[in-house]
């Protein structure tokens, strides 16, 4: 049977759509690491339990001293005020991010300052202690 010069086509090529759609998909994901770093914060090491860090507010303190609440700096005595915001619009919970060369007593004034906004669930993050053989 011959076709036509003038009939119209009844199948739709997506081969260019798949190439493209493939492309994009490894370009997000070798870019998907770097978007997550965040703030570089050199974590103390411990024998703990894995938990999921996107589960409540992330609140880092660098090496400096800088405090940095979901990666945007906040100055450390507007800091229960964006914390008092963030518990009004019902977040209930906060992992703390500290730099393992950071004061202790800074660290406590930081999580002072979330106890006293009436966010009780406060986690501190560290590093996987890794098995020595």
């Known amino acids: 049977m011959k076709r036509s010069p003038y009939s119209s086509m009844s199948e739709i090529n997506i081969t260019s759509l798949v190439d493209v759609m493939m492309v994009l998909l490894i370009i997000f994901m070798l870019t998907a690491p770097f978007i997550q770093a965040g703030i570089k914060v050199r974590l103390p090491k411990s024998k703990s339990t894995v938990i999921k860090e996107r589960e409540g507010v992330m609140l880092a303190v660098t090496r ?29 919970r906060v992992f703390v991010r500290a730099d393992k060369e950071v004061a202790y007593g800074i660290v406590m004034q930081v999580i002072g300052d979330v106890k006293a906004v009436g966010i009780d669930e406060v986690g501190m993050i560290t590093e996987m202690e890794r098995p020595t053989d």
């Open 64 to 92: 400096e001293g800088d405090v940095y609440l979901n990666n945007a700096k906040v100055d450390r005595d507007k800091l229960a005020d964006e914390l008092r915001n963030l518990r009004v619009a019902g977040e209930e």
